[in-house]
């Protein structure tokens, strides 16, 4: 698969290179073909390869809640959805109050671009989508982020 890096707030600028570095290698290393039903197998070769360069697992947002996000390395959150629209918002919304609550400096985000989202199922989170809304909240949502497009 390819990856394309796009910056919201300079997240691409202050997010150490080596470590987006990791992100897009692991996405690029991704052999799985985008098609229907594919996307539990994308995520989950992107994320054992992030493992190996030292992404733990899930990471627990509030002991009191089951609300994670997918991991974090030395400040810097890390989401990866392929999953429906919804759920990119709510991810969104857990990497904004990670950041405001001083656990993170930044974060890497990685989804489909709109047309693999397609190659995916209906109505699948997509980077074009969230950039163009980002650019919208772009006072509300203060994260930097680091958004990785899969196509």
Known sequence: M????????HGDQIIPD???????????????????KASK???D?????????????????DPASKISITSMKDKIGLCF??????RMYADLLKLQAVYLRGSIDAAIFILPESE??????????????????LEIFDRA??????L???K
């Open 2 to 9: 390819n990856a394309k890096v796009y910056g919201h707030r």
């Open 18 to 36: 080596s470590m987006i570095a990791e992100a897009v290698s692991a996405v690029r290393a991704c052999t799985v073909v985008a098609r229907s």
């Open 41 to 43: 197998a994308i995520k």
């Open 45 to 61: 070769a992107v994320l054992e390869s992030l493992s190996k360069k030292g992404w733990p697992g899930e990471v627990t947002l």
């Open 81 to 86: 959805q392929t999953g429906n629209m919804s």
């Open 116 to 133: 693999c989202a397609k190659l995916l199922g209906q109505n699948i989170a997509n980077c074009d989508r969230l950039r163009r809304e």
């Open 141 to 146: 949502i203060s994260i930097p982020l680091a």
């Open 148 to 150: 990785i497009g899969i």
